[in-house]
């Protein structure tokens, strides 16, 4: 039986992306993006951690569609900024979803930090919900330096300035099928695969 999981977020790129990661898995689920539900509000993200803020959003699209909901919640930590933006990530350079100038903002602000002293790591905390019932969180990271400038076409957000440790190239010059295979995301919702069909009854 084929179930349909509603992803929380409206970002195209993402429901994309889980798209081909929950395929890779094997798992047997139809999985809409929440444009789906356009009646259904987009949840605030007040919490402190992505852990939190992925189960505010899995919780309440389960709630209100009465479907399993899955949900991250993702960013990039800087560690000369003490793992800022993190949770503030989307929405850095004050608007959110501007992807550009969140970009604009963290290279000026970094602007004379020598490379030995740019490591960052993508964070993604994967979060799935039943109506009324379980949860589970998986949670995974993709350490790399951070560029001077932005480079590739590929990805979103930060990608064109993240190179992975052990790679030339950045996230935004990766494949897709590269990138999901290394990803935060990719890791956190291959965690999270395996627990759903427990989670699901199948």
Not at 10 to 29: F, M, Q, S
Not at 99 to 113: E, H, T, V, Y
Not at 139 to 163: C, K, M, N, S, V
Request: aromatic share 4%; glycine share 12%; net charge negative.
């Amino acid at each position: 039986m084929t179930h349909r999981l509603v992803l929380a977020t409206r970002n195209t790129h993402k429901v994309t992306e889980l798209r081909a990661i929950l395929a890779e898995t094997g798992l047997d689920v139809e999985l809409v993006g929440a444009d789906a539900y356009p009646e259904i509000p987009d949840v605030k993200e007040t919490g402190v951690t992505f852990a939190e803020n992925a189960l505010l959003k899995a919780r309440a699209l389960a709630d209100a569609t009465g479907l399993p909901a899955v949900a991250d919640d993702s960013g990039l930590c800087v560690d000369v900024l003490g793992g800022a933006p993190g949770i503030f990530s989307a929405r850095w350079a004050g608007r959110h979803g501007d992807d550009a100038a969140n970009l604009a903002l963290l290279l000026a602000q970094l602007g004379d930090i020598e490379d030995p002293h740019r490591a960052a790591h993508f964070a993604c905390a994967a979060a799935f919900a039943l109506p009324g019932g379980p949860e589970r969180v998986a949670e995974g990271r993709l350490r790399g330096t951070l560029r001077h400038a932005p480079t590739g076409t590929g990805g979103f957000g930060y990608d064109p300035i993240l190179q992975p440790d052990g790679d030339t190239r950045t996230c935004a010059e990766l494949t897709p099928d590269e990138k999901n295979a290394i990803s935060h995301r990719g890791k956190a919702f291959r965690a999270l695969a395996a627990e759903i069909p427990g989670l699901l009854g199948g």
